[in-house]
T-cell receptor, first 109, second 115 residues
């Protein structure tokens, strides 16, 4: 069965420190992977998707099929990055997303 | 565009009552997804609908839960004879359908509390 695992419930870093939010998935085919973010008092929204290969707000994520991972990285964390981050997987054209349990990122001043 | 609108935002029901949660997708969107989030857990897929059709309900409990997306009006998630375990946040998301990129647009959620 398809599954997304985010092993860390909370990640706390200081401003300016590098950040890596881990995501591993289980799926034997070719998935599409996404990172969604929920800032305080805002809706869940798309941050980035692996097929776009883009950097959004300084964040990047590379799909590693060998390790079945899609970790989210940022070299220098900012306080405004504090939020809940969810990794998600789509395995067919319905885009019925399978979400991980989320990681709360706290960036301290 | 007001975005995905869900109501009510908060709903309190006693055990055995019915709960109805409504979702109006973004303008121009014809696909609706419902997710449930239990405390300390991620979002779990429940059902995927297009106008007047249930496409995938593999995440719906077999009993007491139903969903619809009529030709006119919002999508409705209905929970009959609620139990305490139904207490959760229910999120609706929509997508355009055509040229779908996988980006879902979420509502603010409806928080159901069963006493």
């Amino acid at each position: 069965a398809q599954r997304v695992t985010q092993p860390e419930k909370l990640l706390s870093v200081f401003k300016g420190a590098p950040v890596e939010l881990k995501c591993n998935y289980s799926y034997s085919g070719s998935p599409e992977l996404f990172w969604y973010v929920q800032y305080s008092r805002q809706r869940l929204q798309l941050l980035l998707r692996h097929i776009s290969r883009e950097s959004i707000k300084g964040f990047t994520a590379d799909l590693n099929k060998g390790e079945t991972s899609f970790h989210l990285k940022k070299p220098f964390a900012q306080e405004e990055d504090s939020a809940m981050y969810y990794c998600a997987l789509a395995f067919d054209s319905s885009y019925k997303l399978i979400f991980g349990s989320g990681t709360r990122l706290l960036v301290r001043p | 565009n007001a975005g995905v609108m869900q109501n009510p935002r908060h709903l309190v029901r006693r055990r055995g009552q019915e709960a109805r949660l409504r979702c109006s997708p973004m303008k121009g969107h014809s696909h609706v997804y419902w997710y449930r989030q239990l405390p300390e857990e991620g979002l779990k897929f429940m059902v995927y609908l297009q106008k007047e059709n249930i496409i995938d309900e593999s995440g719906m409990p077999k009993e007491r839960f139903s969903a619809e997306f009529p030709k006119e009006g919002p999508s409705i998630l209905r929970i009959q004879q609620v139990v305490r375990g139904d207490s959760a946040a229910y999120f609706c998301a929509s997508s355009p359908g055509i040229a779908n990129t996988g980006e879902l647009f979420f509502g603010e959620g409806s928080r159901l509390t069963v006493l």
